[in-house]
């Protein structure tokens, strides 16, 4: 059984055997794995974890040989950054906002990533590169929000953030800046006053924490959400629809109502993307939709996320919802219509 004492990430295979969290006879196949995709799971998700191997903290973050099956219609690059990318760490898909990618380091790498290809190969976006993305957004005047991501903006030292925050704010025509961060959940004692003075610094900020299971909110989350919240800054979370994690509407009920207890309101339910050796993450789009056709019989509207699915090669999010998925008559292949009206195949997983 993992220690709940132990306070070190855990980021090869030899930990998670030492810790309870798999098996030796595993490590063979979750060596592969791990040549592919880093294993890290901080302290406060290992004693989340702790006497629950198979339970929905332990499955979105340990590996498992499953990983190594790569599923049909998989891509190296699920929701199309690349096709988007006008300069290094930088995407424009939507006219009136960008996604700067700021560092590739997370706390956790979850299992089910759709960067997974990408994140963990290296720190924070080099000075250059930086350079050329935020010249590009000075020179875009359409562009009103930024979004940090990457890799976790919250794993950048609060020096960093705030430097990096100072330049974006210079920028007369940016109105928003919005964080997407896993950190305050996955290791909430990086919440700490220099972090919160700087994310105050922020003229108009959002912060979207990423969580799919209330196991997930530990006593020390729920402090840095409250730390959060009382300095101020608006909360939303994001959430990815994950077979054997929260595919209930049990599991996401109890999600979103401790998110709004601690004054963080739901903001996207994500229907899992196409990354490779994610296939057995994936629902179908059918259950998603009897799962929120369910919670919207029990939840009140400050409860409910939208669910959304970003059609595969970079078209972008649409919402599951009639004249945007459309049936084509044979089950389990539908068409995605994007936001400009084009119409994009998408089927779900097989079995």
């Not at 919240?229 to 999600?255: F, K, W």
Request: glycine content about 8%; overall charge positive.
């Amino acid at each position: 059984m993992p220690r709940p004492g132990a306070r070190r990430a855990l980021t090869n295979v030899a930990d998670l055997i030492a810790s309870g969290l798999a098996a030796p006879a595993d490590a063979p196949a979750l060596q592969r794995v791990a040549t592919d995709f880093q294993i890290r799971i901080p302290p406060e998700m290992v004693a989340a974890a702790a006497g629950a191997v198979d339970g929905p903290v332990a499955r979105q973050f340990v590996p498992t040989a499953a990983e190594l099956a790569v599923a049909a219609g998989s891509l190296h690059d699920p929701i199309g950054d690349a096709a988007h990318q006008p300069a290094p760490g930088l995407t424009h898909r939507y006219p009136d906002r960008v996604i700067l990618h700021v560092t590739r380091t997370c706390d956790v790498y979850c299992r089910f990533c759709f960067r997974r290809e990408v994140v963990g190969e290296s720190g924070p976006l080099p000075e250059p590169e930086l350079a050329a993305a935020l010249a590009y957004i000075r020179a875009t005047p359409a562009i009103r929000e930024v979004i940090l991501t990457g890799g976790d903006p919250l794993t950048l030292s609060p020096r960093r953030l705030a430097a990096l925050c100072a330049r974006i704010a210079g920028i007369g025509h940016i109105e928003v800046l919005r964080i997407h961060s896993r950190t305050p959940v996955v290791a909430p004692e990086r919440t700490s006053p220099a972090l919160i003075a700087v994310l105050k610094s922020v003229p108009v900020l959002y912060l979207v924490i990423h969580t799919n299971h209330a196991d997930e909110l530990t006593h020390a989350a729920v402090a840095a959400l409250a730390r959060l919240a009382d300095a101020g800054i608006p909360l939303l979370s994001q959430t990815v629809l994950l077979r054997r994690v929260n595919d209930s509407a049990e599991a996401l009920a109890a999600l979103f109502r401790a998110l709004l207890r601690h004054r963080v309101k739901p903001y996207y339910l994500h229907h899992c993307d196409l990354a490779r050796g994610t296939g057995h993450f994936r629902t179908t789009l059918a259950e998603g939709q009897r799962i929120m056709a369910e919670l919207r019989g029990r939840l009140s509207g400050l409860c409910l996320p939208g669910y959304v699915i970003d059609i595969p090669g970079g078209s972008g999010k649409v919402p599951v919802l009639p004249g945007y998925v459309e049936e084509t008559g044979i089950p389990g292949r539908y068409m995605l219509r994007d936001h400009q009206g084009r119409l994009h195949p998408y089927a779900d997983p097989e079995g």
